[in-house]
């Protein structure tokens, strides 16, 4: 005679242990001061690689540098921490900005959005100071809610040098 022994009691007997799913390792978490300020200088570095870019038209090299680096490194750790800031740090926007929309208002999105360009190296430059717009202002709410330090005279200068590079004659020889 063969025992059959029912699923159910194996998989019970198995996971008997195991915590039910919470989620909560997927919300969102405070920045150190040392992480917030890390991302600041990053991001504002690496601006200048799109810019310079731009400038020679190397489009390969500036989508790269605008929509994945800049993108996702930087500009979606600040949108989440954003969301962290409005919605208490309980809140999970899912992997890689999923759910973004569900939970930026509306004006932030069509902001957020608008950073999406195509091929065209005049959008580009207009998607990169777009995209710097954004950042900033979501960085700032961040910083001022969670009283760090903004980087308000790195990102002048820089943004001196983006629109220095961006009004440079293709002729020219050095920025």
Known sequence: ?????????????????????????????????????????SFWGDTAYVANSLWREELYFVKFMLDNIIRFNYLQKVIEWYLGVQYDWKINPNK???????????????????????SDLEENWDALF?????????????ADDLDFDYPLEYEMKMREYLEKVRNLSPEATEF
Not at 3 to 26: F, L
Not at 103 to 114: N, P
């Open 96 to 118: 890689c900005g999923r759910w973004f929309k569900r939970y930026l208002d509306k004006e932030t999105w069509q902001e957020l959005v608008s950073t999406y360009v195509g």
């Open 130 to 142: 777009k995209t710097c717009t954004l950042f900033r202002r979501l960085s700032q709410m961040v």
């Open 1 to 41: 005679m063969i025992t059959v022994i029912k699923s159910y009691w194996i998989r019970d007997s198995i996971t008997k242990d195991i915590k039910q799913p919470s989620y909560e390792a997927y919300v969102t978490q405070k920045p150190t001061e040392e992480e917030f300020a890390e991302i600041m200088n």
